[in-house]
Structures are given as structure tokens and as C-alpha cells.
């Protein structure tokens, strides 16, 4: 078990955990999960065990991703090597809508359990307001009823209108909402109005897919704080009491990309940056 030292508002705190996020499912949610998309075959099952050693305690992938067999054998390697136990990690994975409904998705839940190799899932979204996706919602109820998942929520749900039309009829409220947001996308009309919801926010592509992390304005803010444009750009998402998932399958960006926990960005450096869109 990793130690990490928290840094919070110029308070020493020394946490045996990654901080996280109470969902109204009453289950926390680690502020930093590993990003898996575009990531296959034998480097995602290494990046996976990479993350797990290095201290991430949060996985995030998707059905539509075609890696989740692969992600499972690396979470598998990860416990084998005893980086980490099955009840301390968080596991994100989404069902995509189109084609889906309620019985379909359940079945989905059922494959992803499968090829995951594990026994229940954290967490399940809806991959985008696609389709019939209230119909899908149904089938992520089911699995809560049936112990399969813990909670569930959105995923590109940037619109009132969306996040309405499922919050007001479901049954279980969604605990998150996986939407974009990093410095060249704030992201905050969604990001509002889910809190005022009560839901979560995860942002997605934090390094604009990799395209911030070489940006000028994040790149000097890193200078003045001994840390990368990429720290820079993921810490300002906990800044913002959001949960972030960088996707690397390089364990010296992966390592990087979690030491975000020793530094704290001024209330005028996160201005700038939230000025960058
Ligand atoms: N719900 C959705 O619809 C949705 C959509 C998009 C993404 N996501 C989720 O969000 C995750 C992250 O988003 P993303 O994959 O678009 O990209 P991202 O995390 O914004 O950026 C990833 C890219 O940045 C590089 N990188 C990572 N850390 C770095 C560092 N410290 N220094 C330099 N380069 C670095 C990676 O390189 P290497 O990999 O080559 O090391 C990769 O090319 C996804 O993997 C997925 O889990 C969800
Ligand atoms: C699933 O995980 C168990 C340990 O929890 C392991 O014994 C088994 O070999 C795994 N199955 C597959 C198909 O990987
Ligand atoms: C700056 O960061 C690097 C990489 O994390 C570290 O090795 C170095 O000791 C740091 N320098 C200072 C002055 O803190």
C-alpha cells in the first residue's frame, strides 16, 4: 500500500489513500482514475499494472473500447503482485446506447463483468445521450438491483435537456456525469447544473487528448511550481473538485501524472486557466 503526502490549502495532510469524491450512493469515488481509451492489447494490460503499482486506485474503460479483457488482466496482474485489493480499487466502465435497451444492457454489464474478471462493478454510464438512452437506464437499475454495479450515471450529458429527461425518470439518480472539460473547455454550464443535481463530474480527456500538454500558458504556471503543463492542467481539474482520468500507457507520463497531490495552483493561476477557452 502506497503512502501519498497530501498537500491541501498549505495544510500538511498525510493520507494512506487518493482523496475522493462522496457519491450520493454513499460509495467515494478516487479524484484520479487511469484513461484507457485508444489503449489495447499487451500496453494497456502493462499500463493498468503500472498504475496500480504506482498508487491509482481507479480504472476507467468502455465496452466500446475493446480493451476491457485486457484492462482485466492487468488488474489481475495487479493483484497477484499485491499492488492492490479488489475492494480498494474503482472500476468505470459504460454501455453504449445505440442498439441497447433495457435487456440488452443488462447483458452488456454481464459481458463487461466477464471480461473484466470481477464480480461487480463501481461504476456504469451511459456512453452518450444517444438513441433510446432512458430505455438503457432501465437496464443499468436492473444491475444495481442485482448487486452487478454499485452506482451509475451519464457520459456526455453537456445538455440541461439530457440530464433532465434522465434524472426525471429514473428510479436511481445518476452519481456521475463523464463529460470534456479541460482548460480549453471549461465545460462549467454542465458542470453547474449536474452539481446542483447532486451529480459528480468526471472530466474527460484532460490533456485535450494529448494536445495541452506542450501549451505555453499551462507550461509557464508549471515552471513557477516545478511541475508539467500536464500536472498543471489535471491538478486544476481536483481544483475544481472534479474527477480526473488521464490515459497513458507510458509509466513515466502515468507516474507523472500522479503526483498532482504536492501542489496547489493559486486562485489567479486557476482564473488564467479557466480563462484558456
Ligand atoms: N466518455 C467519453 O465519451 C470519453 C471520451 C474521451 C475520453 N474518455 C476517457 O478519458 C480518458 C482520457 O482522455 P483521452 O484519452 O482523450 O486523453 P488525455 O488523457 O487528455 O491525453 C492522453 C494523451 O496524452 C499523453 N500524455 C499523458 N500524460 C502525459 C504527460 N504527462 N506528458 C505528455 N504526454 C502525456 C498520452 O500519451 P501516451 O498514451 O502515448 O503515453 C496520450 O497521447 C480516456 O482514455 C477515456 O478513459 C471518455
Ligand atoms: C479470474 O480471476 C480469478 C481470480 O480472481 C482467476 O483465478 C481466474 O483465472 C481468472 N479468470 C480468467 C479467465 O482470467
Ligand atoms: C523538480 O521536479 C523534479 C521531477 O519531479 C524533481 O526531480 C526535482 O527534485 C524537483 N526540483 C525541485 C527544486 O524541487
Known sequence: MKVLVLLAVGLAVVSAKVPGIKLHTGYEMPVIGLGTWQATGQSVRQAVK?????????????EVYKNEKEVGEGIHDAFAAGFIKREDLFITTKVWPQGSNRQKALATIHHSLQQLNVS????????????????????????????????????????RGDIDHVFNSARIKPAVNQINIHPTLNNDDAVTYSNQKGIAITGYSPLGTGGLVKNPTLVAIGKKHNKSAAQVALRWQIERHLITIPKSV??????EDFEIFDFTLTQEEIQTIHNMH
Open 120 to 159: 461487480y462493478l463501481d461504476l456504469v454510464l451511459i456512453h452518450a445521450p444517444l438513441e433510446d438512452y432512458a430505455n438503457t437506464w432501465k437496464g443499468l437499475e436492473d444491475a444495481v438491483d442485482q448487486k452487478l454495479v454499485r452506482s451509475i450515471g451519464i457520459s456526455n450529458f453537456d445538455h
Open 50 to 62: 503500472d498504475a496500480l503499482e504506482i498508487g491509482y486506485t481507479h480504472i476507467d474503460t468502455a
Open 250 to 255: 507510458t509509466k513515466k507520463y502515468i507516474k
